[in-house]
């Protein structure tokens, strides 16, 4: 769990400000992440649909 703490929560933590930032610029991006960042309620997906963001895989 603390791995999983410190690899993954923690980076997608710090990952989303900076994401927001992007998107802010430029209305839309494309973001390359590994898969394990994407999945679960704490992964970067979950995140940026709560803040409101429309998420699509392509």
Same mark, same amino acid.
């Given at each position: @769990?603390?791995?999983?703490? =410190?690899?993954? %929560?923690? =980076?997608?933590?710090?990952? +989303? @400000?900076?994401?927001?930032? +992007? /998107?802010? =610029? =430029?209305?839309?991006? /494309? %973001? %390359?992440? #590994?898969?394990?960042?994407? %999945? #679960? @309620?704490? #992964?970067? +997906?979950?995140?940026?649909?709560?803040? #409101?963001?429309?998420?699509?895989?392509?």
């Amino acid at each position: @769990p603390q791995m999983y703490q =410190r690899l993954l %929560v923690e =980076r997608n933590r710090n990952w +989303l @400000p900076k994401l927001e930032a +992007l /998107f802010t =610029r =430029r209305g839309h991006a /494309f %973001v %390359v992440v #590994g898969a394990a960042h994407l %999945v #679960g @309620p704490e #992964g970067l +997906l979950a995140m940026l649909k709560a803040k #409101g963001y429309s998420v699509e895989q392509q």
